[in-house]
Structure formats: structure tokens, C-alpha cells
């Protein structure tokens, strides 16, 4: 299978402050067709996850243009250039590329200091 | 709007069977499939299969395999996800997912809210 890693599993930031999360791949995420297929989830507390990021860097309908995705090959980041109280929660990024082997990092909780 | 709900909170004991519903709306139920997530207490996200609605094919995460069966009833828009000897170690939210309608990488741009299962002697 294809292993996610994340980084940091713990995230504090002061509100206003730019946040950033790795995720990693034991294998690339190019698919044959061209396309990359690492999305990232927010999951708020109590609350089921929702898309945040496509293909990389594709931002889903209403989410804020303060989250932004990156990367290539077995490297992605997402930032929250400013941090509001509502983006407390855990963060995943998932990897399609591999289907059926889907896979899911682990999470990142990002919390305000 | 798109919207899946899903069955209400279940308790079951070790060795029974379970099957959670996910009603969809909001959009053409055959033009896509489902994916059903678990989430353990405390825990991350674990993906357990996809089933197309369109016509019915599956696939099942390999430690799955044997104990889960996914279904779905296109009259009334509903998947279905059957989860059979349960354990302790089953005890966890499961999620369903909108996706593809084809065996390809997947959407997950709408979940459903999410259903209980807590497995308990």
C-alpha cells in the first residue's frame, strides 16, 4: 500500500499567523492518465470531513482562498495563510492515484495558542 | 443541493451483522458511486470500498474482504453497507462518500454524516 505521512501530527497557531502541513508519499502520486490525485480534507470537531483541495491544488467550491495546496511527485503541502478560529480542526490528505488502494495520512490537528 | 444521510447510531454485540443506509439527493444517484469511510474512536480515516451506482460493481479493501458487502438501490437513491461478524475493534463512525461512477481515483466531495456503530458484549 501506498503509506501518507504527515507533519506535524500537532499544529498551534496564533490566529492571523500562516500555517503549514506536509504530506508525503512512499510512492509518486502521478497517474498514468497525467493527473495527481492528492486531495486534503478538513474535519472541524463533531463534524464529518470535508473536501478541501483536488488534484493538488484545486480549491472545491466555498472554501476560503486563504487554504492553498502544493506539490508534485511525492511532496504536498497545504497553508492557511491566515488562520481563523474556524479552521481548528484535523486536516488529512488522501491519495486516489493508487486506486483501489486508496489511502488516508494520518491527520494533522491544527489548534490556535 | 447534494445532500447523503445516513441511518441513525447502532449497538451491537461481537459475532452480529450490521448494515448502515445512505440516502442520496440533490443529484443523479447513477451517474456516481460510493465509497464507505470508518473513522475508530480517536482515531484516522480508513477507506472500506467503493460500489458504482451505476451498475453495481464493487471493490473492498482487502482486510474487508469476506466480512463487508456494499449495495445499492437506485429506486430510492440509497446505498447500503453491510458489515458482518463484528468485533470490537469494528467500533468506530462510518462515513459514506460521494465518488466515481467508475473504477477510478476518487471524489469524496460530499459525505454523509455519519453513522455510530458500537460493537459491545
Known amino acids: 500500500d501506498v503509506v501518507m505521512t504527515q507533519s506535524p501530527l500537532s499544529l498551534p497557531v496564533t490566529l492571523g499567523q500562516p500555517a503549514s502541513i506536509s504530506c508525503r508519499s512512499s510512492?509518486?502520486?502521478?497517474?498514468?492518465?497525467?493527473?495527481?490525485?492528492l486531495n486534503w480534507f478538513q474535519q472541524r470537531p463533531g463534524q464529518s470531513p470535508r473536501r478541501l483541495i483536488y488534484k493538488v491544488s484545486n480549491r472545491d467550491s466555498g472554501v476560503p482562498d486563504r487554504f492553498s495546496g502544493s506539490g508534485s511527485g511525492t511532496d504536498f503541502t497545504l497553508k492557511i495563510s491566515r488562520v481563523e478560529a474556524e479552521d481548528v480542526g484535523v486536516y488529512y490528505c488522501?491519495?486516489?492515484?493508487?486506486?483501489?488502494?486508496?489511502?488516508f495520512g494520518g491527520g494533522t490537528k491544527v489548534e490556535i495558542k | 443541493q447534494v445532500q447523503l444521510v445516513q441511518s441513525g447510531a447502532e449497538v451491537k454485540k461481537p459475532g452480529a451483522s450490521v448494515k448502515v443506509s445512505c440516502k442520496a439527493s440533490?443529484?443523479?444517484?447513477?451517474?456516481?458511486?460510493i465509497s464507505w469511510v470508518r473513522q475508530a474512536p480517536g482515531q484516522g480515516l480508513e477507506w472500506m470500498g467503493w460500489i458504482s451506482a451505476y451498475n453495481g460493481n464493487t471493490n473492498y479493501a482487502q482486510k474487508l474482504q469476506g466480512r463487508v458487502t456494499m449495495t445499492t438501490d437506485t429506486s430510492t437513491s440509497t446505498a447500503y453497507m453491510e458489515l458482518r461478524s463484528l468485533r470490537s475493534d469494528d467500533t468506530a463512525v462510518y462515513y459514506c462518500?460521494?465518488?466515481?461512477?467508475?473504477?477510478?481515483?476518487?471524489?469524496?466531495?460530499?459525505w454523509g454524516q455519519g453513522t455510530l456503530v458500537t460493537v459491545s458484549s
Open positions: 462518500a460521494r465518488d466515481e461512477w467508475e473504477p477510478r481515483p476518487g471524489l469524496f466531495d460530499y
Open positions: 440533490g443529484y443523479t444517484f447513477t451517474s456516481y458511486g
Open positions: 488522501m491519495q486516489g492515484t493508487h486506486w483501489p488502494l486508496l489511502t
Open positions: 510512492q509518486s502520486l502521478v497517474h498514468s492518465d497525467g493527473n495527481t490525485y
